[in-house]
């Protein structure tokens, strides 16, 4: 099977972009919208967004995709390219992310225990019961 590829005329812009459409896509809200709608929807949301800022900061989106990237050197310009497959790898990639962002920020507020569970060879965790936030 032959390898599709997309051309990358803007680097920072395909982050962007990516990164409005997994947090808009964590949005039941979307549900109901068309493919068309739904990218119509996120390209016009503000990438400034402070919110998605913290749960997918640029700088960590930046550094998921740079192992997918293909740097192409013409006579006439430099360019980038990413697989089809790996791009929809990056994507999943920045879902995962953002999922870890929330939980480690529900942790650091306390709303969240988490702990190394050997037998799963995982983290496991777990919502603090109401009276758990109050001081003794």
Known sequence: MKKKWLEI??????????RRIVYHNFDDENEHLTDKDFLKKVDSIKVDDAEMDSLLPYSEC???????LVRVVTKNEI???????????FLNQLSRRMISNIV?????????ES????????????IKKHDEHSEE
């Open 115 to 126: 702990a190394f569970d050997n037998e799963k060879n995982d983290f496991v965790f777990w």
């Open 62 to 68: 930046k550094n998921i995709i740079k192992p997918f």
């Open 9 to 18: 005329a803007n680097v920072k812009k395909l982050i962007d972009f990516s």
């Open 104 to 112: 480690k920020d529900l942790v650091s507020k306390g709303m969240v």
């Open 79 to 89: 360019y980038f390219k990413i697989e089809e497959d790996d791009y929809d790898l």
